[in-house]
DNA sequence: GCAAATATAATAGTATTACTATCAAATAAA
DNA sequence: TTTATTTGATAGTAATACTATTATATTTGC
């Protein structure tokens, strides 16, 4: 067992995938394959090959191609909230923890050596190219009902809350926040690909500028 | 010929859907199934059948189902751009005319009597639910390059000159504006279907005063 | 240590999708 | 009215997204 051990609703799953070498091994290699190639051009087929076994395989661990994609993404939201909880213990105010939190968001992810099987560089790098295509279908009400949201939408309250220390009477917190973690995954994109819909000529430093002070001064008290 | 024409990249189709009879019959179809059904589930067949007659008819007007998303999204915001330029005439102040811009992203759309082919309202639904989908892809780059986005970065630049008449110091009118007119797209779908990730309980005018304080507190010189 | 249960590998098969190609009939343009 | 262009009808292909089956490992419970 790991050291740490993020929770993913079982719903995300036919067969837990961390509970085996095979499993880990398809969570390894599936966020480097869509990583590398895109969601789009990623089969179950190329998966069994990556992995070394076979479709079937890895048929058992997951239904299909978009509840994998559920499992990587609410992995990385409840990833980065244990981040954040940890960081947050060092921090004393309540602006502080939510500037700490906008650069979580936005700066590249050092590898977390309890957990060897996942990259969260690379699982990063895929949230921002393919998050919203979790939601963004008509299945979204019955899959909200599964849980496959969760993780995102308690990232949301966590940082709504923090808000609320600031300024008790903002009308806004859980708008805000599913504004700013998006717009933290679409500037990243921006930047390296439609740099016209940015500011920030590749600099992260810029984006978390942008983003602290949009936060800070749409809570403020005026 | 219409009264009025949006105009979108050669790029985006095969032959040219406004110049034909049943090239409007493709778009007006396509913009009711793919609201309808969603984008994932429509098929060249389906809106072949749809419009009585084949799915090899619709190949001749696009490459295929993404390339056809790109069109209908990039007439959208053509299309709300001119609605903009329009209404922009009536109003005095930068400020009027930013708050104006974000309730024309919010407010469902009346039918353009001028366009009798393209229902705005049911476009307006197609949007909020599918538009990042053209440019969360591997292909993006190239796409990019034949003007796929153009409409998009268009409306950004517009914005962001009105914030700079606000504010010339500002600093990240295009990351803002990009993440507003996202936002005003997200929290459109939040509303409805993840309502925790949104204050506004279906309740437009809560999106919009949302979206504009936002809007007006970054711009605000302090 | 062995039987029973479970997990995996290998393979086959099906329906649907995303196209490409062909050709004749209808329509429009010169 | 000849010629070109657009459409309709149909066929066909490779890939995808699965489901099913069976033999072989591997693990677990007793």
Redesign the pocket.
Known sequence: MNALNISVSAKLYN?NPE?????KRILSKSIELMEEMGY???????I?LA???????V???F????QLLAYLINWYWGWLEVKMAQEFMMLNSAEDKLKRAVELLVLPMDEDERIPHIDEGTLQRLVVAEYPKIYLTKEVDAENEEGYFLSYKRLCDTLGILALQINPDYKYPHSLFSTVISAAQSQQFFTEHLPRLSDAANDRRAIIEFLTEMTLNSIQKR
Chains 1, 2 share one sequence.
């Open positions: 067969k509970e085996t070498d095979l499993g789009e051009h990623v089969t179950f087929k190329k069994g992995i070394e076994s076979t479709e079937a395989s048929y058992r661990y239904q299909n191609k978009h």
